[in-house]
């Protein structure tokens, strides 16, 4: 099994960045999905932004939408074995408990939205922005 860890969350004023990272610790994949959810206070959880990858390489990155796609960035480093969410330009609506999420899946279509296709997630992160 793979237990997920995610840190980097805290508090930042509205247009501030903040990293995200995701840890893994025991089963390592060569290849796999991993995906950023995030879910605000009185919301359901919504996917973020995912990352397929073979070995050493980038299979794909995808986003929830062109904004995010704009403002996010989803990266791995695959000698530390981490997943990173790279978030800038934050805005109250940003803040929520962000979420980090694996399979060694190779998540095809438009499945990588869903969050049934992944088996392993972390507790969250908490990223508050103020105004």
């Known amino acids: 099994q793979v237990q997920l860890v995610e840190s980097g969350g805290g508090l930042v004023q509205a247009g501030g960045s903040l990293k995200l990272s995701c840890s893994s610790s025991?089963?390592?994949?060569?290849?796999?999905?991993a995906g950023w959810f995030r879910q605000a206070p009185g919301k359901g959880r919504e996917f973020v932004a995912a990352?397929?990858?073979?070995?050493?390489?980038?299979?794909?990155?995808?986003y929830s939408s062109d904004s995010v796609k704009g403002q996010f960035s989803i990266s791995r480093d695959n000698a530390k074995n981490l997943v990173y969410l790279q978030m800038n330009s934050l805005k109250p609506e940003d803040a929520a408990v962000y979420y980090c999420?694996?399979?060694?899946?190779?998540?095809?279509?438009?499945?990588?939205?869903?969050?049934?296709?992944?088996?392993?997630w972390g507790p969250g992160t908490q990223v508050s922005v103020s105004s």
């Open positions: 999420a694996m399979t060694s899946r190779r998540v095809i279509g438009y499945e990588y939205y869903s969050q049934s296709q992944y088996d392993a």
């Open positions: 025991g089963r390592t994949f060569s290849s796999g999905t």
């Open positions: 990352l397929q990858w073979s070995g050493t390489v980038t299979d794909y990155t995808r």
